[in-house]
């Protein structure tokens, strides 16, 4: 079985603080993503990385950074949280970028 | 411009019958077309694809239904059970031709299955 997981299931923040999410996948994926789902607007991708030390921004990219130095570890980066970045964050892997596996989510609140 | 559209936000269907959840796209490159069944506080999980020289594919109680020329795909679920009642996203992707072949997801449909 696939196993995705993500260092915290709930998080809460300051505003400006820098917050960092961890993701890590057991099964030797070359591909991982981060997602934010919001009420009515569904999963949008914000970066995405199909190699260790590669990244690619997704639809909403705007206000954060990502990092891949091992294969199994993909780290989301708010530089400076904002109220805006309040929402449920969604960590996936997948050995090709078609079906991916999702780990449980990071519910962010930022104060 | 929405690629993934799932019309109805929210379905409510009686325990026992069966659950029909819509999905269009756009895209006539999309080839591979997954459902999503997503729990609230939970991530999404894997729950069935197609791909499209197929136009139906069945697991269990769950069948995937592609109409390429409608560019229109459903999800049934019979019998329908209370512990389905959850978030649904449909997702779409280009598997082949050079694509990274990201998915594309819908914004979700609501299924609630009443006992």
């Known amino acids: 079985d696939v196993k995705v997981t993500q260092s915290s299931r709930y998080l809460v923040k300051r505003t400006g603080e820098k917050v960092f999410l961890e993701c890590v996948q057991d099964?030797?994926?070359?591909?991982m993503f981060w997602y934010r789902q919001d009420p009515g607007l569904g999963l949008r991708l914000i970066y995405f990385?199909?190699?260790?030390?590669?990244?690619e921004k997704g639809d909403i990219p705007e206000g954060y950074s990502v990092s891949r130095e091992k294969k199994e570890r993909f780290s989301l980066i708010l530089e400076s949280a904002s109220t805006n970045q309040t929402s449920m964050y969604l960590c996936?892997?997948?050995?090709?970028?078609?079906?991916?596996?999702f780990g449980p989510g990071t519910r962010l609140t930022v104060l | 411009d929405q690629q993934v559209k799932q019309n109805s936000p929210s379905l409510s269907v009686q325990e026992g019958r069966i659950s029909i959840l819509n999905c269009d796209y756009t895209?006539?490159?999309?080839?591979?077309f997954l459902w999503y069944k997503k729990y609230p506080a939970e991530g999404p999980t894997f729950l069935i694809s197609?791909?499209?020289?197929?136009d139906k594919n069945e697991d269990g109680r769950f069948t995937v239904f592609l109409n390429k020329s409608a560019k229109h795909l459903s999800l049934h679920i019979v019998p329908s059970q209370p512990g389905d009642s959850a978030v649904y996203f449909c997702?779409?992707?280009?598997?082949?031709?050079?694509?990274?072949?990201?998915?594309?997801f819908g914004k979700g449909t609501k299924l609630s299955v009443k006992p």
């Open positions: 990385s199909y190699d260790v030390k590669m990244k």
């Open positions: 895209n006539s490159m999309f080839d591979y």
């Open positions: 997702a779409a992707s280009v598997m082949y031709g050079g694509s990274q072949g990201n998915l594309i």
């Open positions: 996936a892997s997948s050995y090709r970028p078609n079906t991916q596996y």
């Open positions: 099964m030797d994926h070359e591909n």
């Open positions: 197609i791909s499209s020289i197929k």
